[in-house]
């Protein structure tokens, strides 16, 4: 039975961490983010489709990638699956975010 | 709304069924736990027809519709050597074409 990397029900885990933190700054934008991609004005894509691209992950990224990350590679993957912009566009803005920043 | 109702297929199951989750790969989105495949368990509702997550998932419209159902499972069905009451049991949601009214293990064939 062939078992999707976020369906982990059942599985012997590690240890989960139950301590509380507060939403960072970066996690709340990734989630104002998604809240305006997927609301009603907009709606660039679904959750479900937000779903499928985590689903996506390979095991090693999924363990790897924070929470917010696989949100925000998912959403990053979906604005290029509709067209709305391409990897170049995207790596462009970043480079150009850098170099202002002086990085 | 209500003037298309008419032409909703009606669903297969209904409160009290016993089905079995079918076995089989998962789809693009898959809304069915491994956890709980080839188990058996009991229709407690009928939830309503909604569009299909796992066509969602692909950009498209979702359509036809499914029927989900709220299904229960004794947990000393769903997990082997299970040593809490006897009573514990598990809901899931499960949309229809992951139910099957026969008692072997089935695969799905969305």
Same mark, same amino acid.
């Given at each position: ?5 976020? /369906?982990?029900? &059942?599985? $012997?885990? !590690?240890?989960? /961490? ?19 991609? $997927? ?10 489709? %937000? ?7 390979? @095991? ?5 990638? &924070?929470?917010? +990350? ?8 979906? %604005? ?15 480079? +150009?975010?850098?170099?202002?920043? &002086?990085? | ?15 009290? /069924? ?22 058996? =368990?009991?229709?407690? +509702? ?5 569009? #299909?997550?796992?066509? %969602?998932?692909?950009?498209? @419209? &979702? ?14 069905? *769903?997990?082997?050597?299970?040593? =809490?009451?006897?009573?514990? $049991?598990?809901?899931? /949601?499960?949309?229809?074409?992951? %139910? !099957?009214?026969?008692? +072997?293990?089935? #695969? *799905?064939? @969305?």
């Amino acid at each position: 039975m062939q078992r999707k990397v976020n /369906d982990v029900g &059942g599985l $012997t885990g !590690s240890q989960i /961490d139950q301590a509380e933190h507060d939403p960072t700054f970066y996690e709340k934008r990734i989630d104002a983010l998604l809240m305006l991609l $997927t609301g009603p004005k907009v709606q660039a894509f679904t959750v479900d489709s %937000l779903r499928r691209a985590i689903e996506q992950n390979t @095991p090693e990224d999924y363990s790897k990638r &924070g929470y917010y +990350e696989k949100w925000l590679l998912a959403i990053r993957q979906l %604005l290029v699956e509709q067209q709305i912009l391409s990897n170049e566009e995207i790596d462009r803005r970043i480079e +150009e975010i850098k170099q202002r920043k &002086g990085h | 709304m209500l003037e298309h109702q008419e032409f909703i297929a009606s669903p297969s199951f209904n409160v009290g /069924d016993r089905v079995t989750v079918k076995s089989g790969h998962p789809e693009s989105h898959c809304r069915t736990p491994v956890y709980l495949r080839g188990k058996r =368990g009991t229709i407690v +509702e009928v939830v309503g027809r909604y569009h #299909n997550p796992s066509l %969602l998932a692909l950009h498209k @419209p &979702g359509l036809p519709k499914l029927w989900l159902y709220r299904v229960r499972f004794q947990q000393s069905d *769903v997990w082997e050597d299970y040593d =809490g009451s006897s009573r514990d $049991t598990v809901i899931a /949601d499960i949309y229809e074409h992951w %139910l !099957s009214s026969d008692e +072997e293990h089935l #695969n *799905v064939s @969305p």
